[in-house]
Each structure stands twice: as structure tokens, then as C-alpha cells.
């Protein structure tokens, strides 16, 4: 007599056995692992490499991690330029990190005059991050016509550090 089949719902004598499924109440444990161990990585990025560095300084965040330094490096400034118009005279410059643009000009290099007031885009306040690129413009109707006058450019970082540029001069457009 031949071999029976299986019936209906049976398993047959040569296959595996079923893999047995695994216990659901271990997933959590598992899912909760997992998720911790992806922010203890997350937090160790952020404080351990420059990334952190950048989104702190960008966010004025002040750090307390060991390891860090305070800064005392004045920006340093390069290409301070002054372009003379009709409209009155824009000075240039660029620095080396992020700071504020202001600068001071005056008949003698004694100056005397702060252009603005208030520094632009000054790190050390909550309003700006500073920038490396700067330009402050000197209103004509602030300067007298045909006059040589000496400027410097000034530029602060987020520490406090103020960097200045060398004496300058330019001369404003004689009167027609």
C-alpha cells in the first residue's frame, strides 16, 4: 500500500519545522535600545567635531564642554579699500571670521568719526552672526567736497576681539 498523503493542515514528514516566532514583548526592548543608542551618537557629533562648533556659534549658544578655548584672536583685516563718488564714499574690506563693520575717518589719523554709530552686523549682540565680506557707506553729505581724509576699518568678533586696518586715505569729489 502506498505512502498517505498528508491531510489537510498537516505537515509533511520531510520538511523543516516551523520557525517558531519570535517573542513580541522583546521588540520594545529592542526598538528602545536602538533609539537610544542613535541619540547618545547624535550627541556625541554635535559636541565632539566642528559641526557642533559651527551650529553653536550660529545659534550664540556659549559652550561649557571641556576641551574648548577662549577666543583671543583679533579678526584679521585685508583690502581696505575706499571708492570715492558722488553720492559719498564706500570703504571694503574683508576679515578672516565673522565680525562686525564700522569704521572711523577724520582730516588727520586722529579720525574722530564713527561710520555707522553702531557697528553693522555686530556677532556680540543677538541680531547678526557678522559677516567676512564688509562695506560701510559714507554719506557725501557727511564729508566736505575736495578734502583728503584718513579712515580705518574696524571689525569685532563674537568674542569681543577688535581688529583694525592700517591708516588710509581717500579724497572726496571737488565741487563743481
Not at 13 to 41: E, N
Not at 113 to 127: C, E, I, K, R, W
Not at 143 to 163: I, P, Q, R, W
Amino acid at each position: 500500500m502506498p505512502p498517505q498523503q498528508p491531510g489537510w493542515g498537516q505537515q509533511q514528514s520531510w520538511a523543516p519545522p516551523a520557525p517558531k516566532s519570535q517573542s513580541s514583548s522583546s521588540r520594545p526592548l529592542l526598538v528602545l535600545l536602538l533609539f537610544i543608542l542613535l541619540i547618545g551618537l547624535g550627541v556625541l557629533a554635535y559636541f565632539k567635531t566642528p559641526l557642533g562648533s559651527t551650529v553653536k556659534d550660529i545659534l550664540g549658544i556659549s559652550g561649557t564642554t571641556t576641551g574648548t578655548t577662549t577666543d583671543k584672536t583679533k579678526p584679521v583685516i585685508t583690502g581696505a579699500t575706499a571708492n570715492v563718488g558722488a553720492g559719498g564714499v564706500v570703504i571694503t574690506w574683508e576679515t578672516d571670521e565673522l565680525s562686525s563693520s564700522q569704521v572711523e575717518y577724520g582730516k588727520t589719523n586722529t579720525y574722530g568719526t564713527l561710520a555707522p554709530a553702531q557697528p553693522q552686523d555686530d556677532p556680540t549682540g543677538t541680531q547678526s552672526i557678522g559677516v567676512t565680506d564688509h562695506s560701510v557707506t559714507i554719506s557725501a553729505a557727511t564729508l566736505e567736497k575736495g578734502v583728503t581724509y584718513h579712515f580705518k576699518a574696524m571689525s569685532k568678533d563674537k568674542a569681543g576681539n577688535e581688529g583694525e586696518s592700517g591708516d588710509s586715505t581717500f579724497t572726496t569729489l571737488a565741487a563743481e
